[in-house]
Structures are given as C-alpha cells and as structure tokens.
C-alpha cells in the first residue's frame, strides 16, 4: 500500500508547513520533540520520493525536499492508486460508499451532479 507510516506523516507535515523547499537537516531540525539521526530522516524523505509524495531538486551535493502536491491531492491519489489495483474496485466503491458519512454522501451527490449536467 502507497499509505504513509508514522515518521512519514510527520515528514509530510514538516514539508507542508515549509513555505520553500527543504534540505534534510532542515527537516531535521523542525522535527521537534524527537531525536532522530540524520540518516533515519534522509531515508524517510527518499523513500517519500520513491513513493511520489516528495519531489527533489539537486543543489550542489543536496537535496531539497518538497511536497508533490497538497495533503488532499496525495490522498486523493492515493485511494485512486487503491481502486486500481483491487481486483474488484466495484465492490471496494461500494464497501467505501456504504460507510460514507451524511456529509461525504452529500459531497458525492454533488460532483455526480456536476458531471452529468455538463455531459
């Protein structure tokens, strides 16, 4: 599964919260209330990039780190990324829609709506 561990969430939120790239002892560092190696966070971030939520630029002999795109884009991504690879995403639609709160069945009812009004 694309989904994210513990430490990559965080990762993810250091990346979110940064208003330009970041090299790895910048994330480092903004990792508060944790002691972790430099190591641990450099291959939490490539494997964040390996999986596509990171994109990286090479700057000299560094990298900087930035997300692939929005908290919501990314999960988005990844439940599509999901239904793709079950064997049967009909029935996976149909588990998903059947534990749909009142608001996400809404939020549903309206892009259906979209959709076949401008077909």
Same mark, same amino acid.
């Given at each position: ?7 990559? =969430?965080?990762?993810?939120? !250091? @990346?979110? /919260? =940064?208003?330009?790239? %970041?090299?790895? #002892? ?17 291959? !939490?971030?490539?494997? @964040? &990039?390996? *999986? /596509?939520?990171?994109?990286?630029? *090479?700057?000299? *002999?560094?990298? &900087? ?10 999960? =988005?991504?990844?439940?599509? $990324?999901? %239904? ?8 996976? %639609? %149909? &588990? ?6 009142? #608001? ?6 309206? !892009? ?6 401008? $077909?």
């Amino acid at each position: 599964m694309n989904g994210l561990g513990e430490l990559e =969430a965080v990762v993810m939120d !250091v @990346l979110w /919260q =940064a208003s330009e790239p %970041l090299r790895v #002892r910048e994330v480092l560092n903004r990792l508060t209330g944790r002691t972790l190696a430099y190591t641990t966070v450099m291959t !939490v971030l490539d494997n @964040l &990039h390996r *999986k /596509q939520w990171v994109l990286r630029d *090479k700057s000299g *002999k560094a990298y &900087h780190y930035r997300p692939a795109g929005t908290r919501e884009e990314l999960v =988005a991504r990844t439940l599509r $990324r999901m %239904l793709e690879t079950s064997l049967q995403p009909d029935v996976v %639609l %149909l &588990h998903f829609a059947r534990s749909a709160t009142d #608001r996400e069945l809404a939020v549903l009812r309206e !892009v259906l709506d979209e959709r076949s009004d401008s $077909r």
